[in-house]
């Protein structure tokens, strides 16, 4: 260590790389600094005046904080993108109940979300309406989204995680619009269904970004991004906006939870097969209860 009239402090270091990068950390701020070897220790250290130790220590320390985000950027850029084409199932299904109800009318007049019956203790329209369409252009648009979202989301969550949400935010979307209207109402269509989906996939990200203490970036990136494209498919005059804000809400709320789990434990082959038949099951049990009510 050479010699110097001002007091000096020494910062250690795990090896002459880090040294090295630290170092030149430090120079960018203007800060007097020398490798210098531990002969007793065998190891390398650092060298700055004993009055520039603390603003040394701070600069290190913001340059580790800004390496382990990047380094945690990179997993995420690391992300393989996939697309799954089993969201084709959910069209099938939509198709079957379309094609139903252009021939038996009397399965809308049972399966319709009307407030006043649900204000009456017929529950399940909540979600029998997210079964029904107006028209064959409000079927393609729902399918349209519905499958592009499922085919982004089934990769990370897997289908039965995505059944299920699809269903609990379609009827929380019929129930969020029931509560925030006065009038009576009667509606049907899956959009509250499709914006939960839009909703659960803007959430993959949010449990990295929250791990990293980046919770505006997490917020302005996930909740940000997923509800500027539900005002630009979501808020058709002509539609019902209050369904598809809440299932959007709903699809978020459920998102954030399950983002935490990991996609292999959600994908495991019977975790997925058994919600699947869960939200099946959820629906077939709907429809048993409106069936009475067709004359």
């Known amino acids: 260590m ?42 390398f250290v650092l060298v700055v005046d004993e009055k520039d130790q603390e603003r040394a220590r701070h600069a290190i320390e913001q340059y580790r904080k800004e390496n382990q985000r990047n380094h945690s950027l990179l997993e995420f850029s690391k992300e393989r993108f996939d697309f799954h084409p089993e969201g084709l199932w ?14 038996l009318r009397v399965l809308e007049t049972s399966g319709i979300m009307d407030s006043t019956r649900v204000s009456q203790g017929e529950w399940w329209r909540l979600v029998t309406a997210t079964c029904l369409h107006q028209d064959l252009g409000h079927l393609a648009s729902n399918l349209t989204f519905g499958f592009l979202f499922l085919g982004l989301a089934i990769p990370r969550y897997g289908g039965g995680v995505c059944a299920l ?19 009576d109402f009667k509606g049907l269509g899956a959009s509250g269904s499709v914006m939960g989906l839009l909703g659960l996939l803007a959430m993959q990200t949010w449990p990295g970004w929250v791990r ?73 049990a709907c429809w048993i209860k409106a069936l009475p009510l067709i004359p």
């Open 2 to 43: 050479r010699e110097s009239q001002t007091a000096q402090a020494e910062i250690s270091v795990r090896s002459k790389r880090q040294a090295m990068d630290w170092s030149l950390v430090l120079a960018s701020q203007d800060i007097d600094v020398e490798i210098a070897r531990d002969l007793e220790n065998n190891a």
């Open 90 to 103: 959910w069209c099938l299904v939509m198709v079957v109940f379309f094609v139903l109800q252009m021939d």
């Open 165 to 183: 949400v699809a269903i609990l935010s379609g009827a929380f979307g019929n129930y969020f619009g029931l509560c925030l209207r006065t009038e």
């Open 212 to 284: 990293l203490g980046e919770w505006r970036r997490a917020t302005l990136s996930s909740l940000g991004g997923g509800a500027a494209l539900l005002m630009l498919i979501g808020t058709d005059p002509r539609s019902d906006v209050l369904a598809h804000i809440g299932g959007f809400v709903a699809g978020c709320a459920l998102g954030s939870l399950i983002a935490w789990a990991p996609s292999k434990a959600l994908r495991r082959n019977q975790w997925d097969s058994g919600l699947l038949a869960l939200a099946a099951l959820a629906t077939a």
